[in-house]
DNA sequence: TTCGATGCAAACCATTTGCATTAAC
DNA sequence: GTTAATGCAAATGGTTTGCATCGAA
């Protein structure tokens, strides 16, 4: 699936758990998708969001993450930094995957093998992984 | 293994890299080993160590967790809530252990199971697991 | 005696929020 | 036209830091 494919979908997915389609998280979501394979923090994906000549704030930044996240459209990922990082989820995963930081040079790998599956089916909705 | 045990490798560990057994270091020690079971946050742990009549202000409960994290006597979480816990290192634990929290209480609970020992033989010294 | 450790208050900084304005529907 | 969404700036709150003092070794 290309972006573009993508982007359509995520907007879908966005109008119809009821929330308004506008110019602004539009934009935020293209960042997302052309850097599907880093872990953005707000403040790089508003960086990249301003980059693109658009008229938004920060804040506004957060609150699309927000929803984004609730929606489940991107995982919110707290390291020990103390900047949350956004993952988008990849297309039809049902799990949290995990993550490796490297000490050296901070940068970022994601464990594909599914370590959760097992434990998974023990428990209910009201729980999430970390 | 009981809490006077405990304490007392715990501060021979302290010391043995090369910092100072303070008071305010072996208060903290003790709180930490007394809630073994909880993942306290670093206010939580002031809070228990001012019961005790110790004369600690918050900074140094801070810089103390940090110190026991860089020997790795104590483990460093960050769920998405903003505020750090911390969780004792089980004896001879080599790798990190995963949590549970609880959407709707915000309990936490251990996963006992194994769920990394494959993968970590796959990676050097310089890389933590999350 | 020395140098690391402490307490306090101020600084920091990622994130959130209040509010007047704007725009999607 | 209604109501949610936005931008800005101010507030928040956990954590860190500067500095003068203290005390473990």
């Not at 109008?15 to 979501?29: A, D």
């Not at 000490?103 to 428990?123: A, N, S, Y």
């Amino acid at each position: 699936m290309n972006i573009q494919e993508a982007l359509k979908k995520t907007k879908k997915q966005l109008h119809e758990s009821g929330f308004k389609l506008t110019p602004q998280r539009e934009v935020t979501l293209l960042v997302l998708l052309e850097n599907e394979k880093d872990h953005l923090s707000a403040e790089e994906i508003y960086f990249f969001v301003k980059q693109k000549n658009a008229d938004i704030g920060l804040a506004t930044v957060y609150r699309t993450l927000e929803i984004l996240t609730d929606i489940k459209i991107v995982d919110k990922i707290s390291f020990d930094d103390g900047v949350a990082r956004y993952d988008l989820r990849k297309e039809g995963a049902t799990h949290f995957h995990h993550h490796l930081l490297c000490l050296d040079c901070g940068c970022i790998e994601e464990i594909e093998e599914d370590l959760l599956g097992e434990v998974e089916g023990l428990l209910n909705r009201s729980t999430i992984f970390w």
